[in-house]
């Protein structure tokens, strides 16, 4: 057992121990020389081969001797195939190969973190620049293929799609080799792959423009791509005619190929001219010189790398060195640098030397050229001052793309922080904004200052609100009914980008400004004073109809004399001998008893006949079924107030309603709208309104007393039913069912402004998330107990009161009076009438 552990011990010991050995245990470049391998393909130089080993050989013999100081030494080996495995031992790795087997030999050497300098044809993929160096061998003219490969391997321009236009300056093996490093998969899985679809113009020198146009046309018929590469030999036609064409929008990017620098004196551009506000536009300009002698090919190339090389190995054995010899071993164990440390530390001096000094093929350059578009007008009131211009980026063949700015600045980064004016004005609850003394700005709220507020956050700027009016006038105009929306844009001094305000999009003004996208739709609905609960005076009558109260009231009085018919002429009486006096032998004592029998109040009578008893009986039952509807109905209408049907619609407004009068908000599109209309209701509407440039007291007063409407925006007169219901405390006023007439709001912009797509998409984006949808419910009134249209309000708990009571008070009091009116009229009688005196007294006493 306890060797078993010992055993255990000792493995994990030494499993540890070379674990260790292996993390650290490369050639210390101190103690030995630093080895290299020298790969020429044999394959790939063909039958320059011979040649070019020799050349090597001797290059590399001629530098160490000459460039190695400090006692270093490099241990070289050759060979002439690719298929290498590399053990630790070696550091550097210089190879002369294909495109392909390039990469396999850095995936190789990947494995020992080694330092691999490669030289390899045109057109190859860049080899990750921090984990090796790699320098494609490039002829003059012959450039543009690497280039596209390089940028966009190295996502300076990552679109997924992309139209080349193109013309015969632009042979087609060039045009294949092109369409190939755009399209190809690259071994880095990063760099999008494009879909590429080409135009080319026709060459006709004597008709070149229309060409141009031509091929543009076909371009824009299509479903736009939006990202265009343009290699042609005028490059300002085509960009002069897709400026014509709207080819270059906010959204678009153009990245312009000039295979000749064409620069005038001053560093203009041609194309520059024709570069206007709000596109994005790239330049790449052949900067190659060769008026001085051009060196280049493989041996120059390897010359030249080999020597920064042996430059790079001497310095850092140096600082190794100078490090070693102040300290001891293990610290120098603890602190040596890690192989890959060490590798980086020697790219990164040969790349500093390339990036600034190379002597092959360093004629060959091109600038790349970010023109700053966005905003440039709308800051500086001088039209001429448009482009701004920056180096965006750098190409040459050894160390590919140097990127110093972003080649499409506004693509990633919107306004770049730009200030601009933003017109607006005080609108609640669009726009909220405080004025201070002297008119400064103190605070703002509103919907739309929220959505100027997002959209300056997305597209990256900055505003200064102003308000034009109040420029013009510096007194505070507290009058802004009479604001005219595009007055904001229309006349004003300083270029504004944006108009803030919750505009009405009128066809009017189209000439004028232009509109964005509706944030908001608004209808129009009209103020009615709310339905109140029906009078409860008469509600002991509620329960049946009129028809069914005359009824009733004539089968009282018909079911009378039939009873005393019947009771009268039965022959019971006779056979009984029963004396027909008093009591139902008189018809009016039979009314009586019938009405009393109707009342539940049963009579002192009753017929002894069977034929009278059967009247009685059926009455009874009659009276059973009419007394109980009564009392259900009766109770019903005590729980379920009955509530006026209130104006729901126009419909009703206009032949219903005859005695209302109503009145508009002057200077609303509403206004406008019915006055054109042709539509017969509208027409009706517009002849009996009356105009209003406000909902003043008065209207209100008699909005709620039932004889008025007031159309508005319906969000208006929901304001104006809080703020009456925040100084009555009461619920007076409504608004009725029907919306009419959709009005569009919409933010302003200058004519044919070139961000309006752009800011459509925001405003999209904002309506589709939304969030306009919440800030402006938000601003509304909030929800309070008038909101409800009142029908079903209190039917909890209600207790009878004296309002549902005071009919059966009335009732009584008629009674009464008429009982007063009678006894005096019998009094009369008494007295004066003697020869009336029987029978009135007689009819109504007994
Ligand atoms: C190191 O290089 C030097 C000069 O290149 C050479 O003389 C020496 O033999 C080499 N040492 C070893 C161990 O290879
Ligand atoms: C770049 O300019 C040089 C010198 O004017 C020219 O020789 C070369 O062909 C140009 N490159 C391309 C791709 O046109
Ligand atoms: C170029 O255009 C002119 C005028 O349209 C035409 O007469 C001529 O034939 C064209 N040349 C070629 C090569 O297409
Ligand atoms: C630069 O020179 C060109 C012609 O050489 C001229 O058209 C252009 O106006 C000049 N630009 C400036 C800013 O001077
Ligand atoms: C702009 O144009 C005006 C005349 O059109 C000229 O006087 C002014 O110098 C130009 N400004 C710049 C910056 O080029
Ligand atoms: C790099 O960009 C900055 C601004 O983005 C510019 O000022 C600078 O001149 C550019 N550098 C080069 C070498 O073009
Ligand atoms: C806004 O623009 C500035 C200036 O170019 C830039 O530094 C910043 O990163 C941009 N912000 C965003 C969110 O793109
Ligand atoms: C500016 O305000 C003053 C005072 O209210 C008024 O008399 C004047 O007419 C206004 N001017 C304009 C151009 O509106
Ligand atoms: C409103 O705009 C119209 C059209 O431009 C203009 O004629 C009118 O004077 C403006 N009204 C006011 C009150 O500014
Ligand atoms: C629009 O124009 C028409 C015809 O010119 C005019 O009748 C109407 O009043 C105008 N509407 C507004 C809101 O100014
Ligand atoms: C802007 O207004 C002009 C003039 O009415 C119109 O021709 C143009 O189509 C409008 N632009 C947009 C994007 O609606």
């Not at 850092?316 to 610290?331: H, M, P, R």
């Amino acid at each position: 057992m306890k060797q078993t552990i010992v055993i255990l011990y000792a493995v994990t010991a030494c499993l540890l121990y070379f674990d260790y050995g292996n993390a650290n245990d490369f050639p210390s470049l101190l103690v030995a020389n630093a080895s290299m391998a020298v790969i020429v393909d044999h394959e790939f130089l063909d039958t320059e081969y011979d040649h070019v080993l020799s050349k090597i050989k001797y290059l590399v013999d001629q530098i160490i001797r000459d460039d190695l100081r400090d006692g270093v030494g490099i241990n070289v080996r050759y060979y002439s195939w690719t298929q290498i495995r590399f053990n630790k031992d070696f550091t550097i790795v210089m190879s002369v190969s294909n495109c392909k087997d390039t990469w396999q030999i850095f995936h190789e050497v990947q494995v020992e973190t080694l330092l691999l300098i490669a030289l390899t044809e045109a057109n190859c993929p860049r080899l990750p620049s921090n984990e090796a160096i790699m320098i494609p061998l490039i002829k003059i003219g012959d450039e543009l293929p690497q280039i596209l490969l390089d940028i966009r391997s190295s996502q300076i321009v990552n679109w997924k799609s992309a139209i080349i236009v193109y013309d015969n300056t632009f042979d087609r093996d060039s045009l294949s080799k092109v369409v190939n490093s755009l399209s190809s998969l690259t071994q880095k899985s990063d760099a999008t792959v494009m879909s590429i679809s080409l135009f080319r113009i026709d060459e006709n020198e004597s008709n070149y423009r229309a060409n141009v146009r031509k091929t543009l046309g076909s371009i824009a018929s299509k479903n736009a791509e939006e990202k265009y590469f343009a290699i042609a030999s005028k490059p300002h036609v085509i960009m002069e005619e897709a400026e014509k064409l709207g080819l270059t929008d906010s959204f678009s990017q153009w990245l312009f190929f000039l295979r000749k620098n064409t620069a005038s004196k001053n560093g203009t551009l041609p194309i520059m001219k024709f570069i206007k506000e709000g596109g994005n536009i790239a330049i790449g300009i052949n900067s190659t010189h060769t008026n001085t002698e051009c060196l280049s090919g493989i041996l120059c190339h390897f010359e030249q790398s080999f020597k920064i090389l042996v430059e790079a190995l001497s310095k850092t054995i140096k600082k190794e060195a100078a490090i070693y010899g102040q300290i001891s071993d293990e610290e120098w164990e603890a602190i040596r640098l890690t192989k890959r440390e060490r590798r980086d530390g020697m790219m990164k001096i040969i790349r500093d030397h390339f990036s600034h000094k190379q002597v092959c093929s360093n004629c060959i350059k091109w600038d790349f050229i970010a023109t700053e578009t966005w905003g440039a007008s709308y800051i500086d009131s001088s039209p001429n001052k448009t482009l701004q211009i920056s180096r965006a980026a750098t190409w040459e063949p050894t160390n590919g793309v140097l990127e110093n700015d972003s080649l499409f600045p506004h693509i990633s980064h919107g306004f770049r922080g730009k200030t601009f004016s933003i017109a607006t004005y005080h609108n609640p609850p669009w726009q909220i904004i405080q004025y201070g003394e002297n008119g400064k700005v103190i605070s703002t709220k509103g919907v739309v200052l929220q959505i100027l507020d997002e959209l300056s956050e997305k597209l990256n700027f900055t505003y200064l609100l102003i308000d034009p009016m109040r420029n013009k006038n510096s007194t505070v105009v507290e009058d802004y009914a009479n604001y005219n929306d595009t007055d904001l844009i229309g006349s004003n001094i300083v270029p504004i980008l944006l108009g803030a305000v919750a505009a009405t999009v009128d066809e009017n003004y189209s000439s004028i400004v232009n509109y964005t996208r509706p944030i908001t739709i608004q209808t129009y609905s009209f103020l009615v004073s709310r339905p109140k609960e029906l009078s409860r005076l008469y509600l002991f009558t509620a329960p049946f109809t009129i028809d069914t109260w005359v009824c009733l009231t004539l089968t009282v009085v018909i079911i009378g004399p039939i009873l005393f018919g019947i009771h009268y002429m039965s022959p019971y009486n006779d056979y009984n001998n029963i004396i027909k006096k008093g009591g139902l032998y008189k018809i009016g004592n039979c009314f009586w008893y019938i009405y009393g029998a109707l009342l539940q109040q049963g009579g002192m009578y009753l017929p002894s006949s069977d034929s009278g008893r059967l009247i009685v009986g059926t009455w009874w039952l009659g009276v059973l079924v009419v007394v109980t509807t009564y009392c259900g109905n009766l109770v019903a209408f005590l729980t379920f107030p009955k509530i006026e049907n209130p104006i729901a619609n126009l419909h009703q407004l206009l032949h219903t309603a005859h005695d209302v009068t109503w009145s508009i908000k002057s200077k609303t599109f509403f206004e406008y709208y019915i006055k054109n209309s042709e539509n017969n209701k509208y027409k009706a509407l517009n002849d009996g309104a009356m105009y209003t440039n406000n909902a003043t007291g008065e209207i209100i007063q008699s909005v709620k007393m039932g004889k008025h409407i007031y159309i508005d925006w319906k969000t208006n007169l929901k304001f104006i039913m809080k703020n009456d219901y925040l100084e009555t405390n009461r619920c007076e006023l409504g608004i009725g069912e029907e919306e009419f007439v959709d009005e569009k709001i919409a933010l302003i912009l200058p004519l044919n402004s070139p961000y309006h797509k752009l800011f459509d998409r925001e405003l999209y984006r904002l309506l589709q998330m939304g969030f306009i949808q919440k800030w402006i419910s938000e601003y509304l009134p909030k929800k309070d107990k008038c909101w409800s249209t009142g029908k079903s309000q209190d039917i909890e708990n209600h207790t009878v009161n004296l309002t549902d009571m005071q009919g059966c008070f009335l009732v009584l009091l008629t009674g009464t009076l008429i009982a007063v009116v009678i006894v005096v009229i019998e009094f009369l009688v008494a007295r004066y009438g003697d020869t009336l005196k029987d029978k009135t007294i007689t009819a109504f006493v007994k």
